[in-house]
């Protein structure tokens, strides 16, 4: 179903429910993925996406249509995720660079993350040592595919700034390889 579709029959009291159902299947596993790249823990995940769930619930109907629904989604789902970091952060009181870092790390040596192989747990090795807007913008530009103009859109970041983000981003893998060869 296409999104004026469903923000057409989510708009109508009698298909609301359908409508947010067509919206969960089109959307529900590309947002888990968008944050679970970001929180790492798969209940964090969880969490994370039924707080953004309910918000697009509450906030569907005033939906502007001056961006896409994808769009829209991802910024929600971004700033919850954001949120959620920096609330682990004030939680513990300190740096969320190291925070994200450590947590992470110890998350992704615990869990089973990935079913992978060597080369897939060292990048996301790598990628937690990212500063967290670096991370965001990398995860966006390779994992999901998207162009700088709609990772703007979400972000709120001109693209030059983006570019700039994810070159940085890149060069820190490399370099992370490159030390733990």
Not at 24 to 30: E, R, S, T, V, W
Not at 125 to 148: C, G, S, W
Request: charged share 30%.
């Amino acid at each position: 179903m296409e999104d004026a579709q469903i923000i057409s029959k989510f708009a109508d009291e009698r298909t609301r429910e359908e409508a947010f159902g067509y919206l969960l299947n089109k959307y529900q596993q590309k947002i888990y993925w968008h944050i679970r790249r970001m929180v790492i823990n798969h209940d964090d995940a969880d969490d994370v996406v039924q707080e953004v769930f309910i918000k697009v619930w509450r906030n569907l109907e005033k939906f502007r249509e001056d961006s896409q629904l994808y769009t829209w989604l991802y910024r929600i789902a971004t700033n919850e995720c954001i949120t959620f970091l920096n609330k682990r952060k004030q939680k513990q009181n300190i740096s969320l660079d190291d925070d994200t870092a450590g947590y992470l790390a110890e998350t992704l040596a615990e869990g089973s993350y990935f079913n992978g192989d060597q080369a897939q747990m060292k990048l996301q090795q790598a990628l937690i040592t990212l500063p967290e807007k670096q991370r965001l913008v990398f995860n966006m530009k390779y994992f999901e595919d998207l162009k700088y103009d709609e990772i703007s859109d979400i972000l709120g970041t001109s693209v030059g700034a983006l570019k700039a983000s994810y070159h940085l981003a890149v060069k820190k893998i490399e370099k992370y390889f490159a030390s733990n060869d």
